[in-house]
């Protein structure tokens, strides 16, 4: 299986990315730092995670110490929700490549389909402004254009909302970043990336087994153990394979030097068709609903409107 996906754009975006989401600062440097050192070609940051100056720092100290350069590294980041005006989406770019010490972006999404007023919170409906991906999408191309992003996406965006934005893209999106593992396995949206030339990136790829506020360890489902002891791997392996054998990238979010040299481990093998066709009875339950941003005040009245009826 390629180490790789070739993005719209002709970039090869590598399938397996350090995911940096949850990782606290004192611990995410070391993170993507070992990672890098383990074999790791691809990170994925956010301004919102507020820890990419400790990245930042890692990347610095691999680039002095020889270990990698910058053009063997693909690095992603994302425009927050209070970024979405088209002056602002240069400045929150500035902001991120400065913290990451970085001229460029391999890859820089829209985080979420959903605006707030600068520097104020999702949670609070006063803070809510009017929606308008595609003015916020012409600033993002500008950014394309001027080489600081090299491919430009978006994130979290379901079928009907990332096919409105193909309609009035002058430069389509490369990449739909979303919540994609066996317990989750985004049938529609992968089908409608497939046509359109988009490459579906999996967060979350092994659900979400560090949150607390979520129940969604695919590492304990049933059919993921059962598949893991006949080929002799983890759960983790056979979630982060099953993805990968679908054609999507992912990222898995781990501070364990271990665990993060074992995620890595998905390339020499691979699920035979019979085992793959298990896990497609999986029961399926979206784990991250967005329910903070669903209210009578909100463009999303309903979570089918969020989701466009993907849930």
């Known amino acids: 299986m390629a180490r790789h996906f070739v993005l719209n754009t002709g970039a090869k975006m590598p399938s397996v990315g350090l995911g940096t989401w949850q990782s606290d600062p004192g611990v995410v440097g070391e993170a993507v730092y070992a990672a890098v050192k383990a074999g790791y070609r691809h990170i994925d940051c956010a301004r919102i995670y507020d820890n990419e100056k400790e990245v930042g720092l890692a990347l610095k100290k691999l680039f002095e110490e020889g270990v990698v350069k910058r053009g063997d590294l693909f690095i992603t980041s994302k425009l927050w929700c209070d970024y979405h005006a088209p002056d602002d989406v240069p400045v929150a770019l500035d902001k991120s490549l400065s913290d990451l010490q970085l001229e460029?972006?391999?890859?820089?999404?829209i985080h979420s389909p959903f605006s707030v007023k600068k520097g104020t919170s999702i949670g609070n409906?006063?803070?809510?402004?009017?929606?308008?991906?595609?003015?916020?999408?012409?600033?993002m191309e500008k950014l394309h254009d001027a080489?600081?992003?090299?491919?430009?996406?978006?994130?979290?965006?379901a079928s009907r909302?990332?096919?409105?934005?193909?309609?009035?893209?002058?430069i389509p999106p490369a990449v739909d970043q979303v919540e994609c593992h066996p317990g989750w396995q985004q049938t529609k949206l992968h089908s409608f990336c497939q046509s359109?030339?988009?490459?579906?990136?999996?967060?979350?790829?092994?659900?979400?087994?560090?949150?607390?506020?979520?129940?969604?360890?695919?590492?304990?489902?049933?059919?993921?153990?059962?598949?893991?002891e006949k080929l002799g791997k983890t759960p983790a392996q056979v979630a982060l394979r099953w993805n990968i054998q679908m054609g999507h990238s992912v990222l898995p979010k781990s501070v364990s030097e271990e665990r993060i040299k074992q995620n890595l481990d998905v390339y020499d093998w691979s699920i035979p068709?019979?085992?793959?066709?298990?896990?497609?009875?999986?029961?399926?339950?979206?784990?991250?609903m967005g329910n903070v941003v669903v209210n009578k005040d909100s463009v999303y009245k309903t979570l089918e409107e969020l989701w466009d009826g993907e849930i």
């Open 125 to 139: 409906p006063e803070n809510y402004v009017t929606l308008n991906i595609p003015a916020t999408w012409a600033a």
């Open 104 to 109: 460029y972006l391999d890859l820089y999404l």
């Open 147 to 157: 080489g600081k992003a090299h491919a430009i996406g978006v994130s979290n965006f």
């Open 196 to 228: 359109t030339g988009v490459h579906l990136s999996a967060y979350s790829p092994l659900g979400s087994p560090g949150s607390t506020w979520s129940n969604g360890n695919v590492l304990k489902e049933p059919v993921v153990i059962s598949i893991a």
């Open 273 to 288: 068709d019979d085992l793959l066709a298990k896990i497609s009875e999986i029961k399926q339950t979206r784990l991250q």
């Open 161 to 170: 909302k990332l096919g409105d934005l193909l309609a009035v893209a002058r």
